[in-house]
């Protein structure tokens, strides 16, 4: 009794698919997970932060943000409050600023949010943590979360700011 091949492949084909559509179903969920554990909804446009920020202390220091596109791929992140530049990514660095800033980008849904021309918000607190909010859809992102590297990232563009 031989096997016929041309089952044994289609059985074949049929597990591989059923094995990449789990592995993106992992992935949908591993994503959902950390970014519902990592970025909390607020009131839009709420001026100060209350009940989380107790547990970070005192704001040290804020900085308002925004981003342009720039030719050839480049990304400026300016101080929004003068228009003076803190850092210009070339296309090969800042990985994570990048996915932030265009995750924050995905997440102003409605058309109201999406014309909002309200900058970012980088604050530093007291307690050594750094957040990103969004004012315009209230959500804020808990920088340390991601790792120190990723946070420091955050954190130069703040001693930026200071410096200049």
Known sequence: ????????????????TGVCVLVVVLGVGVYYLGASATATRSAPLQAELTDSSESRGAAIQTLNLRTEDRPGGYLAVLDASNDQVLQVLSPAEGGFMRTVVRI???????????RDPSPLRLTRWSNGSLTLEDPATGLRYELNAFGSTNA???GKLLDAARDS
């Open 152 to 154: 420091a990232a955050f």
């Open 1 to 16: 009794m031989s096997k016929n091949p041309a089952s044994h492949r289609s059985r074949k084909t049929l597990v591989l």
């Open 104 to 114: 924050i980008a995905l997440d102003r849904r409605t058309e109201a949010e999406k």
